[in-house]
């Protein structure tokens, strides 16, 4: 296996990810745009968006506008975009809806008479969260093998699925489509062994956001004694472990040097005893929420708003 950022990862649809990737979570749209150009331009070759976070279109943006560089030698099929079905478009006739919307922005900010200036399909598209109902979470994956057919998915796979949900999808007879990922919270100090050894089981790859703890956990002493021993940053440092531990981890930031300085992490590598012994196999330490563990019978019966889940979230 390389844990060389330049290095890609096959899937279980036959297609390959980057080991690394960008992530735009809580990016404001007006800063997408630059942030993704910047990220494209130090070497990150995928870009992880989703409709709730409300930059999509800008995202691509600054993906057509890499392309566009004059002399420029990376092309489309170098670059895997990413992007997810929120909760509200849950369902089969929502989601063909919400796929159909995604692909929609795959034109950017193109003006009229520029129908050639679009990335012409989404690399990956994936159920963001478990939190509505077994019939929707279903007829979402439906929607989504559907999807597959058109030639405008390349893959197709699930974000903050625990065992249940995973389980609930393997054991329905509509099944035909393993997930190629499960993108869920992963750092030293959340490390779900057994859900990472249980995917891993499966073929599905771990795809690891807030690898960097959303900064909090920066301040602690084995991670700053790490820091200090490569003469590297804490942040490189978490992306090092995610990297060494298999997975493949979306950092974000919007400062054009931290974007730079968080795929910079090719001239070093810790030790398997590093990796091992950093952080906490038993924390549950998830710095947003935690729907791996939302009920698997659980039905909002389409409000996303619904006591359980502001109670779940808190």
Known sequence: MSFKTNSLVKLNSGHSIPRIGFGVFQTEPSEATDSVFVALEAG???ID?????NNERDS?????RFLEKPGQTVKREDIFYTTKIWNDDQGYEKGLAGIDEA?????????????????????????????????KRLG????????????????????NYGIPHLEELF????QTITPAVNQIELHP????????KYLRDKNIVPVAYSPLTRGKRFDEPQLIEYAKRYNKSVAQILIKWSLQSGFVPIPKSTHPQRIKENIDV???????????????????GYTVCDPINFPVDADTKGNTNFKEFMDFLL
């Open 189 to 196: 100090w959340i490390q779900r062994r057994e859900l990472v």
């Open 60 to 64: 691509v943006e600054g993906i057509l």
């Open 171 to 174: 054991n329905w007879e509509g």
């Open 140 to 159: 979402t994956w439906k929607a989504l093998q559907e999807g597959l057919k058109t030639g405008k998915i390349k893959s197709i796979g699930v974000s």
């Open 103 to 135: 692909l929609d922005k795959l034109s950017g900010y193109s003006k009229e008479g520029q129908k050639d200036r679009n990335l012409g399909y989404i690399d990956l598209i994936l159920i963001h969260n478990p939190i509505t109902s077994r019939e």
């Open 266 to 284: 090719d001239d070093f590598e810790l030790s398997a005893e590093e990796v091992e012994e950093l952080g906490d196999k038993n924390e549950n």
């Open 49 to 53: 968006s989703a409709k709730i976070y």
């Open 44 to 46: 990150y070759r995928h």
